[in-house]
């Protein structure tokens, strides 16, 4: 019997390729297999949830990826415990969320944004009261100097930033905090870095500086976020992630004109979709065709 694979959610299509149907039998994202115990290889992004409950239906899974870098939707611990190897693809969307982090800067900051909605709606005098910064000559500080962070540093270096960075220690963190006029965060979510971003932490900042979050939504703390922002402290918020919290707060925060959104989309370009999709079903195939993945893909070890 073919081995089946169950892909939760979208891949680029060129990607299935990796996964010939002579070999291994493909359950698409919205289907169901019709036999749980013949999955060996789920596939998912960051959405759906690879949980306990479903690990159990699939008695006989032996490897679990995730076509990204955060793993906060798999019990990866759990899967460990029953001798399931755990794969991701760090690194591959490195370039992709760096751009993304400097559009949101110069949205920002410029205040492009505002710029453009101006011009769409017939005021093209606004051009005579703006008054937008330049990123060059302003202070960049980077919490998290993984891949992203490097990536994030290099091109705004090249823009004229003054580059500090910072891992999450916090000793540094404080350093950054204080003496940056943009920080950028680019770290995983984990029990220490949940509200990371608390009010203490947006009290060290300078008045009117900018936070951009394309980490997680729940490294900054929602309610002392709008706080910042309402006292005028924090000059703006840009992300492509919605913090954690009521729907209340969330719609404060989205209509709060200091405050740019995007939908969790900063890797989700063509070139990158396919380069997360391609790899992650390469890693099924290595690893259910007996070939080790190498180590900086293994999310645990079994």
């Known amino acids: 019997m073919k081995p089946v694979v169950y892909i939760l959610e979208s891949v680029d299509e060129r990607a299935l390729s ?48 995730r076509n990204g870098v955060g793993v906060n939707n798999i019990d990866v611990d759990y899967a460990t415990a029953r001798g399931i190897q755990v794969l991701n693809v760090p690194g591959a969307n490195a370039d992709t969320v760096a751009e993304h982090t400097i559009g949101l800067m110069l949205m920002l900051v410029r205040g492009m944004y505002r710029l453009v909605r101006e011009v769409k709606q017939g005021n093209w005098n606004y051009r005579d009261a703006y008054a937008g910064q330049e990123l060059r000559q302003l202070k960049l500080g980077i919490i998290g100097m993984g891949d992203i962070g490097q990536k994030v540093g290099g091109i705004a270096g090249a823009m004229g930033m003054k580059i500090s960075g910072a891992s999450r220690n916090q000793i540094q963190r404080e350093r950054v905090l204080a003496d940056s006029d943009v920080v950028s965060l680019h770290v995983p979510l984990t029990d220490q870095t949940r509200d990371m971003i608390d009010a203490a932490a947006l009290s060290r900042m300078k008045p009117g500086a900018f936070l951009i979050n394309t980490a997680r939504g729940e490294v900054v703390d929602a309610q002392a976020l709008l706080e ?27 209509d709060h004109p200091k405050v740019l959104i995007t939908p969790h989309a900063a890797s989700l370009t063509a070139l990158t979709f396919f380069e997360l999709s391609d790899r992650g079903l390469r890693h099924v195939a290595d690893h259910l065709g007996g070939v080790e993945v190498e180590a900086v893909y293994r999310v645990n070890e079994v």
């Open 18 to 65: 990796r996964l010939p149907t002579d070999r291994f039998t493909i359950v698409m994202p919205g289907e169901e297999p019709e036999d749980f115990a013949a999955v060996r290889a789920i596939v998912v992004r960051g959405k759906e949830q690879v949980d306990r409950a479903l690990i159990d239906r699939c008695p006989h899974l032996s490897v679990i990826v």
């Open 228 to 254: 910042a922002l309402e006292s005028g402290h924090l000059g703006g918020y840009g992300s492509d992630l919605m913090v954690a919290a009521d729907d209340d707060l969330r719609q404060r925060l989205l």
